[in-house]
């Protein structure tokens, strides 16, 4: 049965299970976009054990547990996979100050990633302050 059809999960990690799929953390209760990561399977399987989203960091290329040194926790309530079982959405409720480890003028976290839009002229706006 096609991957669109069924009710198994079909996730492809690769045969040594270090391929990544991109993740979406999303806040459940604003629908938010806080976060794009990306899950290698031992990340994912550790999000389903743990309920908080866990990551494979490409820069540091290893886990990263979203809290663990900020504080800044996503606490996972639901984990939808797409069509083609190739991306995840991690329906998230987050516990702490925000979800971005870049910080506003006050010192705060963003609470999302997306903090800035493009303009014309490739000039960045501040959305969240």
Not at 23 to 42: F, G, M, N, P, R
């Amino acid at each position: 049965m096609a991957k669109e059809y069924t009710t198994d999960l079909l996730l492809d990690f690769g045969a040594d299970g270090k391929q990544l799929i991109p993740v979406i953390a999303q806040d459940k209760q604003t629908k938010e976009v806080l976060i794009l990561a990306y899950a290698s399977k031992e990340a994912l399987e550790e999000t389903i054990s743990s309920g908080f989203a866990t990551f494979y960091s490409r820069s540091r290329r290893e886990l990263w547990k979203k809290g663990l040194t900020s504080g800044d926790w996503l606490k996972v309530e639901e984990i939808r996979v797409n069509c083609e079982q190739n991306a995840l959405i991690y329906m998230v409720t987050p516990l702490g100050d925000g979800a971005c480890h870049a910080r506003n003028p006050s010192g705060r976290p963003y609470t999302t990633c997306y903090y800035r839009r493009i303009l014309q002229g490739n000039k960045l706006e501040f959305i969240e302050l």
